[in-house]
């Protein structure tokens, strides 16, 4: 999930094979202007948390940004991955990641499995 738009993202997901991703969209007129966006839909990355939660699934979420915030408070644990240090101190309730080993560690620590290191 991305608060990207799928214009913008579509090179890279043809690189990778086309996973799955939710972005938002651009209007481009004939001569190729951007007049206008879609968002999927308002706080989209909350949205999706609260909907996993009601499938009865525990969510670990990581972003490094202000869009990623009420994602991260919404979910079972919420991770700041390589955040700015403006981020990292208005948000002091989420663990801070620098590294994907830390982050690894910070996702295995939040699961409710026994997932080997």
């Given amino acids: 999930m991305s608060d990207t738009f799928y214009e913008f993202a579509d090179p890279l997901m043809k690189q990778l094979n086309r996973p799955t991703i939710f972005c938002h969209k651009l209007e481009v007129n004939e001569q190729g202007v951007i007049t206008n966006y879609k968002l999927r839909q308002p706080d989209q990355k909350r949205e999706a948390v609260k909907a996993l939660h009601g499938l009865n699934y525990r969510v670990i979420a990581a972003g490094d940004s202000y869009n990623d915030t009420s994602m991260l408070s919404e979910a079972d644990k919420g991770i700041l991955f390589d955040a700015p240090a403006n981020v990292i101190?208005?948000?002091?309730?989420?663990?801070?990641?620098?590294?994907?080993?830390?982050?690894?560690?910070?996702?295995?620590?939040?699961?409710?499995?026994?997932i080997p290191e």
């Fill in 89 to 114: 101190k208005e948000f002091p309730q989420f663990p801070v990641t620098k590294t994907y080993a830390e982050l690894k560690a910070q996702i295995i620590s939040g699961s409710l499995r026994n």
